[in-house]
C-alpha cells in the first residue's frame, strides 16, 4: 500500500477500499505515518466528503485500533445513550439511573467539556470521591451489581480517535459528518452494546447549527449503528437555549438530582424520560418509546431512580451524604446577578456565548490543563418565551472571583434578545429517525 495514492484517490474524489482505509489507520495508530500526511488525508476526506461504505470502513478500522469490551458474561441487553453536547446537557445523569432501575444494563462511557459545551465526566467528578478511571474489570463489577456504570474513555478505547481528534482539532476538520460519525460511533461501539438511542442537537449552542445538518449527522450514525447490527433511534433535539435551568458541573448534578426526585419538571424532565424511554423501548421492557416514557415517570414518582442513582454514585466512591443533602455543598465565593433592563419577553439565547460565558466563570477549560471549579456556572431564572419586567432577575452566575464575575455581566445582557410581542419557545424535540 502506498500512502500517497491514497491521499490522492480521496483528493481525487474516489472511493477507497476498505483495506485502504485500514492500512491508513492502523499505520497512523502505530505511528507509521506523519502528521503531515495524515493531516493531508483528513483535509481531503472533509473536502470530498465519504460515502455509507467508507464511512462505516473507517469506524471499524477506528474501533478495532483497541479493545472491544465483552459483556456477554452480564445478563441482559446493554444500552447507552450519545448525545452531540450542548450547554446544560445533563439528561445521562438522569437517564442512566432511570434505564438501570427499568432493568436495562447502562455501560456509559463519557467525555469531558469541549469548549462552550458540558462533558459528563466533569460533572460527576464534581462529587467529591466519584471514580470516573475505574479499570475494566471494575467497569463489569459495577454494571453487573447495579445496570449501570459511567467512565472516561481508557487508553485502550479506539486509540486511534484520541489520536486523529487531536488532529482534527488543529487542522480545521472537525466538522465534517463521516468523521463525526466514525469518532463518535468507534467509541460507542467499543463498549460492548447491543442498542444506542442517540440524542444529536440543533441550534445556537450545538455543534450542528442548522436542522438539515444535525438531520444528517443522525442519518449518517444511525447508518452506521445499522452496519454494526445495533439497534437504534437519533432524535434531532433543541440546543437554542439551555437544557434545563442550571449550567455547571455541581450545578448540574443538583438539577438532575431535583428532577430524579421529582421535583424538577420542564424540558429537562421531557427530554430525559424521552430519551431513557426509548432506551427502554430499545432493550424490550417497553413497546413503545411512549409506554418507556411512562415506566421513567413512574421510576421517579416511586423513587427508585433516585434511589438508583444513589446506589451508581456509592459504587464508584462518590460521597453519597452530599447527594442526599445536595445544599450542604459549598458555596460559590462570588454570586452576582443579571438584572432585566426592560420589560419583555425572551425572544432568543445565543446559547454558545453562555455556554463559554460559564466556560469563563470557571465551570470549563481554557487549555487541557485547566483546573475546573466544579461550584461554578449559570442559573437562569427565566427562559426563551418568559416574560420578564425590568428590574427582575434573569439569571445568576456563580464563581470564585469578583473580576471573572464582572467581566461576565459586562457582556450577558448583548447574548440575549427581547420582544414585546409574545414568542414561540423552540421545540424541543423536532424529530425521531429509526
Ligand atoms: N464528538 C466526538 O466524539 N467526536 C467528534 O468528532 C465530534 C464530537
Not at 433543541?238 to 438530582?257: A, F, K
Not at 426509548?278 to 414518582?301: P, R, T, V, Y
Not at 466544579?374 to 427565566?382: L, S, T, V, Y
Request: proline share 3%; with cysteine; charged share 30%.
Amino acid at each position: 500500500m502506498n500512502t500517497v495514492e491514497i491521499i490522492r484517490k480521496k483528493r481525487d474524489g474516489k472511493n477507497l477500499e476498505e483495506n485502504e482505509i485500514d492500512f491508513l489507520i492502523s499505520s497512523y495508530t502505530k505511528n507509521k505515518i506523519p502528521d503531515y500526511q495524515f493531516s493531508a488525508f483528513l483535509m481531503a476526506a472533509f473536502l470530498n466528503g465519504m460515502n455509507k461504505e467508507e464511512t462505516s470502513s473507517l469506524t471499524k478500522a477506528m474501533l478495532y485500533s483497541g479493545k472491544v469490551i465483552n459483556l456477554k458474561s452480564i445478563p441482559g441487553v446493554k444500552i447507552d445513550k450519545h448525545s452531540t453536547g450542548g450547554v446544560g446537557d445533563k439528561t445521562s445523569l438522569i437517564l442512566a439511573p432511570i434505564a438501570a432501575a427499568a432493568g436495562i444494563n447502562v455501560p456509559m462511557i463519557s467525555g469531558r467539556g469541549l469548549g462552550h459545551s458540558g462533558g459528563t465526566l466533569d460533572k460527576l467528578e464534581s462529587i467529591p470521591g466519584f471514580r470516573t478511571d475505574l479499570n475494566l474489570a471494575d467497569y463489569k463489577r459495577v454494571i453487573k451489581k447495579c445496570g449501570a456504570v459511567l467512565i472516561g474513555q481508557t487508553k485502550d478505547i479506539a486509540p486511534a480517535d484520541k489520536l486523529i481528534y487531536s488532529l482534527r482539532d488543529v487542522t480545521a476538520t472537525v466538522e465534517s459528518i463521516p468523521l463525526i460519525t466514525a469518532s463518535i460511533m468507534s467509541k460507542k461501539l467499543a463498549e460492548g452494546i447491543d442498542g444506542l438511542v442517540l440524542d444529536v442537537k440543533t441550534g445556537s449552542g450545538a455543534f450542528m447549527k442548522k436542522l438539515e445538518d444535525a438531520e444528517m449527522l443522525a442519518q449518517s450514525l444511525l447508518d452506521t449503528a445499522k452496519s454494526f447490527d445495533k439497534k437504534v433511534i437519533a432524535f434531532i433535539t433543541d440546543m437554542n437555549q439551555p437544557l434545563g435551568n442550571y449550567i455547571g458541573n455541581w450545578l448540574e448534578v443538583y438539577e438532575s438530582i431535583k428532577v430524579l426526585q421529582g421535583e424538577v419538571k420542564g424540558d429537562l424532565l421531557e427530554l430525559s424520560k424521552t430519551l431513557s424511554g426509548a432506551m427502554i423501548f430499545l432493550g424490550g421492557k417497553a413497546s413503545s418509546i411512549e409506554e418507556g416514557k411512562e415506566i421513567s415517570q413512574e421510576l421517579i414518582d416511586n423513587g427508585k431512580a433516585f434511589e438508583k442513582f444513589l446506589e451508581i454514585v456509592k459504587l464508584q466512591g462518590g460521597n453519597v451524604k452530599l447527594i442526599e443533602q445536595p445544599e450542604k455543598y459549598p458555596k460559590a465565593k462570588v454570586v452576582d446577578k443579571v438584572i432585566s433592563k426592560e420589560d419583555g419577553y425572551i425572544k432568543s439565547i445565543d446559547n454558545f456565548k453562555i455556554g463559554m460565558a460559564a466556560l469563563e466563570l470557571g465551570a470549563g477549560r481554557k487549555t487541557k490543563e485547566d483546573k475546573i471549579d466544579f461550584k461554578a456556572g449559570i442559573i437562569f431564572k427565566k427562559k426563551i418565551g418568559d416574560f420578564v419586567k425590568k428590574g427582575e432577575i434573569i439569571a445568576e452566575m456563580y464563581s470564585s472571583s469578583e473580576a471573572k464575575s464582572k467581566n461576565v455581566k459586562s457582556i450577558f445582557y448583548s447574548f440575549l434578545e427581547f420582544s414585546k410581542e409574545k414568542v414561540t419557545i423552540p421545540e424541543l424535540i423536532k424529530d425521531i429517525i429509526n
